[in-house]
C-alpha cells in the first residue's frame, strides 16, 4: 500500500487543494491517476499486488472473468492495462450525447464475465453506469478494481471489490465543505459534466 502512495505522490497524482469530484461532493484531495498512467512501469507497480489477488482468485474458481471495461475517460488506458497483465481483451464504455454512459466502439459477446475498472472510486457512480451499460448489452459484471479506494465507510459496492490502495481524503457534502466555509475556489480536474 505505502509504494502505490509513493508511486502517486512520485506522479503527481496525488493533487491537494479544493475539488469539485466527479460525484458532486467536494475534497481538499484529488486522484489524477492519469499522471501515474504516463509512465507505464509505474502503472505496472501500483497494480502488482491488486493483479495478484485478482489472477489467485481466478485461478481458485471465486472470481470469472472474461473481459475488462473500463469508463471513458479516466479507465480507458487503466482497462487496456488491466486487460493485457491479465491477459485479457479490454474495452471501455463512454457518454453518449446526452451524457449516458454506452459502449459505442465495441460488440458485447452475451453473457461475458467483466471485471470493471476505474482510475479512483468516491462514490462508485461512474463504475456502476459502466455495469448497467455492460449487462444491458447482456454482459455480467463478476467484480470491480480501482487504483484508490476513497470511499466513505458505509458506501458498500454490491459486487466484490478489489483496490490498489485505500486513502482517507475529505469527502464533504457541497453545503458541508470546510472549504468553501473558508471561501477557498473549488476546481473541478475530473472529465465528467455534473
Not at 493485457?84 to 464504455?93: C, D, K, S, Y
Not at 453506469?129 to 458506501?155: F, K, W
Request: charged share 25%; aromatic share 6%.
Amino acid at each position: 500500500m505505502n509504494n502505490v502512495i509513493n508511486l502517486l505522490k512520485e506522479s503527481g497524482a496525488m493533487l491537494e487543494g479544493h475539488f469539485l469530484l466527479s460525484s458532486g461532493r467536494h475534497s481538499d484531495r484529488y486522484f489524477q491517476c492519469a499522471r501515474l498512467m504516463q509512465y507505464p512501469e509505474k502503472t505496472a507497480a501500483a497494480l502488482e499486488e491488486i493483479i495478484k489477488k485478482i489472477r489467485a482468485d481466478m485461478a481458485s474458481g471465486i472470481l470469472k472473468i472474461g473481459a475488462v471495461a473500463g469508463p471513458a475517460m479516466g479507465a480507458v488506458v487503466l482497462s487496456y492495462e488491466f486487460g493485457r497483465q491479465l491477459g485479457l481483451p479490454a474495452i471501455f464504455t463512454e457518454r453518449d450525447d446526452t451524457g449516458v454512459m454506452r459502449i459505442r466502439r465495441f460488440d458485447i459477446r452475451p453473457g461475458t464475465r467483466f471485471l470493471v475498472v476505474e482510475d479512483a472510486v468516491t462514490t462508485g457512480k461512474s463504475v456502476g453506469e459502466c455495469a448497467a451499460a455492460l449487462e444491458s448489452a447482456g454482459a455480467t459484471v463478476s467484480a470491480l478494481a480501482c487504483i484508490v479506494d476513497r470511499r466513505l465507510p458505509g458506501n458498500e459496492i454490491k459486487w466484490p471489490f478489489y483496490s490498489a490502495v485505500k486513502i482517507d481524503a475529505a469527502n464533504w457534502d457541497p453545503a458541508d465543505c470546510e472549504l468553501c466555509k473558508k471561501g477557498v475556489p473549488a476546481v473541478k480536474p475530473g472529465s465528467r459534466k455534473i
